[in-house]
């Protein structure tokens, strides 16, 4: 089945405490991206990758690091997270990243920074 | 960069009625337009999408139209069902890389 799976579905953690958000996608996309869920804002992009070793931020990237070693795989950083960053975090992806093509999410990783 | 404002924020109507959600963005280079919908728990889905060369799309009970002149879109859904409650989220986009999402509409279908 084509899938983008994330992991774990929920993390809890404290201030601090560097941890890793995991993004797989077994369609051999080109593009992957990063969104971040929250009440009254909808869907901010975090970071994106056109393809391996490729990667630019999008609106909210501060806090955050990502990495694209290999083209199934684009894995979420958090160096230091805040309270800031208690969030539902959305993992995407797509064929290519240059003709509009459709989003496939992930069922998303919720986050709690105390 | 664009920013895409959706309305309304939520939204109840009587099972068979119909539900239009209305998005404006302002960036006139946005050339895609995809609306997705979130069900409790999961990730958004593609529901139905509309390019800038093209007005209206329909797909069933669910169409999009596009008015590039005002800089809007809409969704509309006919003879709703429970099953589609849900938040609905638009989206536009320039180039395929960046998308720009609406802070999206809870649909509630009351039997």
């Known amino acids: 089945e084509a899938q983008v799976t994330q992991n774990p579905r929920y993390l809890i953690t404290v201030t601090g405490k560097k941890l890793t958000v995991t993004c797989s996608q077994n369609?051999?996309?080109?593009?992957m991206s990063w969104y971040r869920q929250d009440p009254g804002l909808g869907l901010r992009q975090i970071y994106y990758?056109?393809?391996?070793?490729?990667?630019d931020k999008g609106d909210v990237p501060e806090g955050y690091k990502v990495s694209r070693k290999e083209k199934r795989n684009f894995p979420l950083i958090l160096e230091s997270p805040s309270p800031n960053q208690t969030s539902l975090y959305f993992c995407?992806?797509?064929?290519?990243?240059?003709?509009?093509?459709?989003?496939?999410f992930g069922n998303g990783t919720r986050l709690t920074v105390t | 960069g664009e920013n895409v404002e959706q309305h309304p924020s939520t939204l109840s109507v009587q099972e068979g009625d119909s539900a239009v959600i209305k998005c404006t963005y302002s960036d006139s280079a946005s050339n895609y337009f995809p609306w997705y919908k979130q069900e409790l728990g999961k990730g958004p889905q593609l529901i139905i999408d509309?390019?800038?060369?093209?007005g209206e799309k329909k797909d069933q009970r669910i169409a999009v139209t596009l008015n590039k002149t005002a800089k809007h879109f809409s969704l509309h859904i006919t003879e709703t069902q429970p099953e589609d409650s849900a938040v609905y989220f638009c989206a536009a986009s320039i180039t395929g890389n960046q998308f720009y999402f609406g802070t999206g509409t809870s649909l509630t279908v009351i039997p």
């Open positions: 995407a992806s797509s064929l290519s990243g240059v003709d509009n093509s459709p989003l496939h």
């Open positions: 369609m051999n996309h080109e593009y």
């Open positions: 990758s056109m393809n391996v070793e490729v990667t």
């Open positions: 509309i390019r800038s060369n093209v």
